[in-house]
């Protein structure tokens, strides 16, 4: 299988635009055009996407995106939702292939939860650096994320953080659900979420 990787606000992609790691005005508009076109993908991909996830990841901004949020957990496995208490056997009946991701908003304000499934398959380097060069212990805040669709099979979630690390995930079926933790008192702008049916959210 290909490795997988970013399609359009990666680490490969940026040292495209600033390979010396310099930001020229004109390097800066060329990368933040690629919103527009990443924008379409997104619009073109809607059907493919819970009412939730597209509202996010088209409209979410701030304490309402997921810019600047932090990793909370990546889970994975045939059983997240199995009690080994020894009252069940656990068979090849209960195994349901499933990765969950959980992120805390940049205020805090917002718990977000996303599940994947179907022919799941991942690539992660953890392997990024602290800002002063030194191998870090935490993965920092999420620097640049993407929903796209690979073709018409697969949907892929992209996250790249701000010390370099990626975590790719490549699925079938999203489902996502979200919840808001405390209303900031710095949140002017209105929330891509508060006209959908309450019954969509936890």
């Known amino acids: 299988m290909p490795r997988l990787s970013m399609q359009f606000f990666g680490p490969e ?11 020229c005005a004109g390097q800066v508009a060329a990368w933040e055009a690629r919103f527009a076109d990443y924008w ?32 909370l957990s990546f889970t994975i496995g045939d059983g997240l939702d199995f009690v080994p208490d020894g009252t069940v056997r656990f068979t090849r009946k209960c195994a349901d292939l499933v990765a969950r991701l959980r992120l805390l908003g940049q205020s805090g304000e917002y718990h977000h939860l996303f599940e994947m499934r179907g022919e799941i398959a991942t690539s992660m380097d953890l392997t990024g650096d602290n800002w002063d060069g030194q191998p870090g212990d935490e993965l920092a805040d999420l620097n640049y994320y993407e929903i796209v669709a690979l073709d018409d099979r697969y949907l892929q979630l992209g996250l790249w953080f701000s010390n370099d ?9 999203l489902r996502y659900r979200y919840r808001r933790l405390f209303r900031h008192p710095r949140a002017l702008i209105r929330s891509p979420f508060q006209h959908v049916d309450q019954l969509d959210r936890t």
């Open 13 to 23: 992609q940026h040292r495209q635009y600033f390979p010396d790691g310099d930001e």
């Open 165 to 173: 690390s990626t975590l790719i995930i490549r699925f079938r079926k």
């Open 40 to 71: 379409r993908h997104v619009d073109e991909i809607k059907p493919r996407l819970p009412k939730l996830a597209y509202q996010l990841f088209r409209y979410g901004f701030a304490e309402t995106g997921l810019h600047d949020a932090k990793l």
